[in-house]
């Protein structure tokens, strides 16, 4: 199955006040790509038995059952089984990231090598695997992008044997996919609240609160620091755990209060829970809990260090793992008080502190941004908190990455953080210094291939505009558009579709039938329409506007030829290879002549009439255009991005169809790697691939063996 290349889009760009332009229907992401001689070679570089990034493991009590568990779920053979994973799963709060880390500190000397992933997102495994890469071969990821960095990290867990990776917190266990199924010389193990969606030949261990007699076990030790406990301690420590629903994190922060404040009993303390529990903000569970025993800490802390208090409420804003003391530093802050105030914060269990990073519990956030109900502070505790979040991020934000400005790692180092805070944006937010921000971010993962992780931050936008602007102004409009399209990217094309078809009749009254601006939404109207499955309407759309591109830009304008590819496109997805061809080859020759052989339009139009040419038996022309087309993607866009990707996936179905099974092959099973790492095992050009590759084996297999 061939594919289409890509589609015109609109970016941002952002010029003049509170303005959203419109201008380049395509991005691409260029560079240099190095050749293989060039490379630090997986497979040579080794590195010291025991190398780890393993944070610091805190006290467990009462796991042994589940850290033997553990061991035997990773290391029991299954039969068939490949490589061994497994998950631990729970409500927040319950411990498991500190269960997964005493694992891994208890079983160093099993592993070659432990690597701690930040498992949040698909695009913060991939931070946590370039650290890998960055500490083994430090003096060659200066020279090369993310991508390659990531696919690095990969390629020498692949060769080497005996590691563990611990995947904390995950929150889609598709985004694993990418990784336990093509690692299979060592050990995964992923922590998550979600109990189901992992594959099948995964145990899972699903965690529950701690006995009463190891809570209270517990509670003694952290609040009486090792000290032997009376039995009036144990009574009380019994009645505060159950208190406290035997929740391992409430559990600790209690306990870290109680031991920092050694006049307070813990009768004393319930009491102080019990005044607490009026004044909490509504919840359920895990979350009432932690409010209750957050706002005893609170009010200690806002007496003993203030600045805690304040470091906390804008932690809870952001991402929560891995937080630079330097967006924690308040300009004109004595950076020796805020390592204080980081210490305060960790001592009371409210923050993990690594010297250089600050990490939150996602349960504490959670409660940090919920109004507390008597607060009377103007403005508010947590929107205080939000604000000073943003200048945090605005203060740290270097220029936006171009030819002139390198930024693009220091961008991607802070992103996480910029989705945390568009994922909470409201209308209220309409004077957020950070949309331009979020703007730059949208750009940057689009060229990554990335876009479907910019749709909170394209929802940020567009909220923004149609507060501060008004729903049909230009700049409303585009953002609409490209969150529509974010949304197609994502493989979600009704939503794009909802969102196109209230945007077209905007744009047409507003700007004009013929605006560029409007021929643009016509375009990716029906551009989502086609991925739809609905090519006669397309075509419609499609038919109307090439004529109005060309009288309108002109015939040879960049835009028109795409207009020209999407109708051809459209033809062929109707089946009308008679009209598609001719239009192709038209298309195709106003590229190289007006553009350039290597033009991202012209690499679209010639993929195209590859795919023409082999849906009518030409092989030959096929094949000689797909393999030209690879090359020039692969020196232009680099080995991974999702157009290269398209190339390679249309190169192996030419290949197929010519009978040379085993080319055919080797390369869909490179692209489907590709897929998953980057757009997840569920996105439709994820499942072609997954399709085309169990087809081309099939046929293999069957070559190999005829029927007698």
Known sequence: MTEDGTVPRQRFDASGDRSVAAERIHSVHTGDVLPPEALHTPKDVTAARGTSNLPRAGLCLGREEELTELRRMLTGRREGAITQSGAVSGLGGIGKTTLAL??????????????????????????????????????????????????WAKQWLTWHPDWLLVYDNVEDPDDLTPYTGALHRGHHLATSRRSTGWPDDSPTLILGTLSPDDAAELLCRLALKGGTPS?????????????????????????????????????????????????????????????????????????????????????????????????????????????????????????????????????????????RPLDTAEPPLHLLGRAQAERALLDALPPRPDQDNPTGDQWDALIPHLIALATTFSASDVDSPLVRAYITAVERLEEQGHMARSI?????????????????????????????????????????????????????????????????????????????????????????????????????????????????NAYESAGDLDRAIPLYEANLAQCEQTLSPAHPNTLVSRNNLASAYQATGNLDRAITLHETNLALREQTLGPTHPDTLVSRNNLAAAYQDAGDLDGAVALYEATLAQR?????????????????????????????HPPS
């Open 102 to 151: 005493h694992y891994a500190h208890r079983h160093r000397d099993d592993y070659a090598l432990i690597w701690w992933i930040n498992a949040a997102s698909a695009e913060e495994i991939e931070t946590s695997l370039i650290g890998l890469t960055r500490l083994l071969v430090p003096s060659w990821v200066g020279t090369v992008g993310r991508t390659e960095q990531v696919e």
């Open 231 to 371: 039995p009036s301690d144990q009574a009380d420590a019994h009645a505060l755990a159950e208190d406290l629903g035997h929740l391992p994190l409430a559990i600790k922060q209690a306990g870290a209060y109680l031991g920092q404040n050694r006049g307070v009993s813990m009768a004393a303390y319930r009491r102080r829970l019990d005044t607490k529990l009026a004044k909490t903000a509504h919840g359920i569970g895990a979350e009432r809990t932690i409010a209750r025993v957050w706002n005893v800490t609170l009010h200690t802390l806002e007496q003993e260090n203030p600045l805690a208090v304040d470091l906390l409420h804008t932690a809870a804003w952001l991402a929560p793992d891995a937080i630079p003391y330097a967006l924690l530093t308040p300009p004109g802050t004595d950076p020796d008080d805020v390592a204080e105030a980081i210490g305060t914060l960790a001592a009371y269990s409210m923050a993990t502190d690594t010297g250089k990073t600050v990490s939150v519990h996602r349960l504490v956030q959670t409660v940090l941004r919920t109004p």
């Open 456 to 568: 909170p931050l394209c929802e940020a936008v567009l909220t923004y505009c149609e507060q501060a602007l008004v729903l049909t102004h230009p700049n409303t409009l585009v953002s609409r558009n490209i969150l529509a399209n974010a949304y197609q990217d994502a493989g979600e094309p009704e939503r794009a579709i909802a969102l196109h078809e209230a945007n077209l009749p905007q744009f047409e009254q507003t700007l004009g039938p013929t605006h560029p601006n409007t021929l643009v939404s016509r375009n990716n109207l029906a551009n989502a329409y086609q991925d739809a499955g609905e090519p006669d309407r397309a075509i419609a759309l499609h038919e109307a506007n090439l004529p109005q591109f060309e009288q309108t830009l002109g015939p040879t304008h960049p835009r028109a030829l795409m207009s020209r590819n999407n109708l051809a």
């Open 676 to 704: 998953e790492q980057t757009l997840g095992p569920t996105h439709p050009k994820t499942l072609i691939s997954r399709n085309n590759l169990a087809c081309a084996r099939k046929a293999a297999e069957a070559a190999q």
